[in-house]
Antibody
Framework: QVNLLQSGAALVKPGASVKLSCKAS????????IHWVKQSHGKSLEWIGYINPNSGYTNYNEKFKSKATLTVDKSTNTAYMELSRLTSEDSATYYCTRCELRRAPYNWFAYWGQGTLVTVSS | DIQMTQSPSFLSASVGDRVTINCKAS??????LDWYQQKHGEAPKLLIY???NLQTGIPSRFSGSGSGTDYTLTISSLQPEDVATYFCLQHSSRLTFGSGTKLEIK
């Protein structure tokens, strides 16, 4: 069964960086694009970007281009998102999610990680 | 970028009621519209994909319709377990979520 297991909650200081992980299992990791989504407390969802785990190709929402960096480690079937120069505006829950269709970047999402809460505070 | 306008933002209805939630796209999204349910403290859950396709395991009281720029999620008979926030998502051009509809039982 498909599973996306995200890293635990993080408390980070303003100006620092944090790297979140999303470990995939139950399918061929390189066949399906991974997307990342931000949800600020009590608010809607924002698309951050996606990565093609096979090639490493990434595509970002313009809003997050200088904030997020997406990478993968194919040897461990893990996707990563690094958030840099953190401010209070980056405090949120971040989800990884997998496309439903093989080798296609934009479609629907049946599988989601459990979310990682990032709190930015001194 | 495509903008999604979701309405209403809050909805209160009685058990057994028919409930509708709407999403309007800023341009034609060719039925590439999905609906998600999110319960408190959980990840979003896919209900409907490509306008009217019911995801496996989702009760048949959920249905979707629409075309062009206007889309609707319908719950035919509201159940207590349907209390959640509902989001639409367009995947016609990149991804854009609606702002969400919080549904509660009267």
């Amino acid at each position: 069964q498909v599973n996306l297991l995200q890293s635990g909650a993080a408390l980070v200081k303003p100006g620092a960086s944090v790297k979140l992980s999303c470990k995939a299992s139950g399918y061929t990791f390189t066949d399906y694009y991974i997307h990342w989504v931000k949800q600020s407390h009590g608010k809607s969802l924002e698309w951050i970007g996606y990565i093609n785990p096979n090639s490493g190709y990434t595509n970002y929402n313009e809003k997050f281009k200088s904030k997020a960096t997406l990478t993968v480690d194919k040897s461990t079937n893990t996707a990563y998102m690094e958030l840099s120069r953190l401010t209070s505006e980056d405090s949120a829950t971040y989800y990884c999610t997998r496309c439903e269709l093989r080798r296609a970047p934009y479609n629907w999402f049946a599988y989601w990680g459990q979310g990682t809460l990032v709190t930015v505070s001194s | 970028d495509i903008q999604m306008t979701q309405s209403p933002s809050f909805l209160s209805a009685s058990v057994g009621d028919r409930v509708t939630i709407n999403c309007k796209a800023s341009q034609n999204i060719n039925k590439y519209l999905d609906w998600y349910q999110q319960k408190h403290g959980e990840a979003p859950k896919l209900l409907i994909y490509n306008t009217n396709n019911l995801q496996t395991g989702i009760p048949s009281r959920f249905s979707g319709s629409g075309s062009g720029t206007d889309y609707t999620l319908t719950i035919s008979s509201l159940q207590p377990e349907d209390v959640a926030t509902y989001f639409c998502l367009q995947h016609s051009s990149r991804l854009t979520f609606g702002s969400g509809t919080k549904l509660e039982i009267k």
